[in-house]
């Protein structure tokens, strides 16, 4: 049986294919306000404005390539037995070739009625226009979560952190909860790592892997592939 791994990803995983982070300098929520772009209460007040946030941010994921992480990341499933829990709402692990993946925080690239969160839709042109409807007759959103909306999974990923030996955090400050707080349904005896390349406080019995993530994943799972433990 192969040995199970949960990787573990935030925005910095993506940051390297182009796409920006939230909290770093130059982050998303440095230009724009929480409440008024990803909460029920500004989709309420301007919902033009809310989908043109989501617009630019889908087509900037369109135009984004899988990076070195993202594909070391799908190498692992040759020997490991790889489930990716990610808060990000690009596709990049996927085109990278995981085969598991699951987005806690939703999906860009689908739409969602407004009447009915079971009405999923992929999409197939760039922009969620104001008139786009469902097939009941109500308008599209995201298909993401915003603050104050259920974060997806959560059960199965808390069981899939429990049962991992190895976890492997990329690219996440850890502040967003109850995503973040799936570190802590980690084993005490699994094999811990938290990739970012600033010094930020790691959760309990992580070892810093300091650096960005498309150096250091590619040779974390290069040392893992070839049945080294470390880097
Ligand atoms: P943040 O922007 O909060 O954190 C990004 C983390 O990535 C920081 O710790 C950076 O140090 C690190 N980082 C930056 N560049 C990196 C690189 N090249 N390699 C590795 N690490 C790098 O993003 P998240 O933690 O993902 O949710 O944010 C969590 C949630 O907050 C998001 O899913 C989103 C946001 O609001 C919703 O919108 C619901």
Redesign the pocket.
């Known amino acids: 049986m192969k040995e199970s791994v949960v990787v573990f990803t935030?925005?910095?995983?993506s940051?390297?294919s182009g796409l920006r982070?939230?909290?770093?300098m130059g982050?998303l929520?440095h230009e724009y306000a929480?409440e008024d772009v990803?909460s029920p209460q500004g989709w309420r007040k301007h919902p033009a404005t809310v989908l043109r946030f989501y617009d630019e941010r889908r087509r900037a994921v369109l135009e984004a390539q899988p990076n070195a992480a993202h594909l070391a990341i799908a190498a692992l499933e040759a020997k490991f037995d790889v489930v990716v829990v990610t808060?990000?709402i690009d596709d990049l692990h996927e085109r990278a070739g995981s085969t598991r993946v699951i987005h806690v925080?939703g999906e860009i690239l689908k739409a969602r009625s407004t009447l009915d969160p079971s009405l999923v839709y992929r999409l197939d042109k760039p922009g969620i226009a104001l008139g786009d409807l469902c097939e009941h007759g109500s308008q599209l959103r995201p298909d993401?979560?915003?603050?104050g909306e259920d974060v997806r999974h959560m059960d199965d990923c808390r069981e899939y952190f429990a049962a991992a030996s190895r976890i492997l955090t990329?690219?996440?400050?850890?502040?967003?909860y109850p995503?973040a707080g799936l570190v802590r349904f980690a084993r005490h005896d699994s094999k811990k790592y938290f990739?970012?390349?600033?010094g930020?406080p790691l959760p309990r019995g992580f070892t810093w892997l300091k650096g960005?993530?498309?150096k250091v994943v590619p040779r974390l799972a290069e040392a893992w592939l070839s049945g080294r433990e470390q880097l």
Do not use: K, M, Y
Not at 10 to 13: E, I, M, S
Not at 170 to 176: A, C, E, K
């Open positions: 935030g925005a910095g995983v940051a390297e982070t939230f909290r770093d982050g929520w929480i990803a808060q990000n925080h993401v979560v915003w603050f990329i690219g996440t400050s850890l502040t967003v995503a990739v970012s390349p600033e930020q960005h993530a498309a």
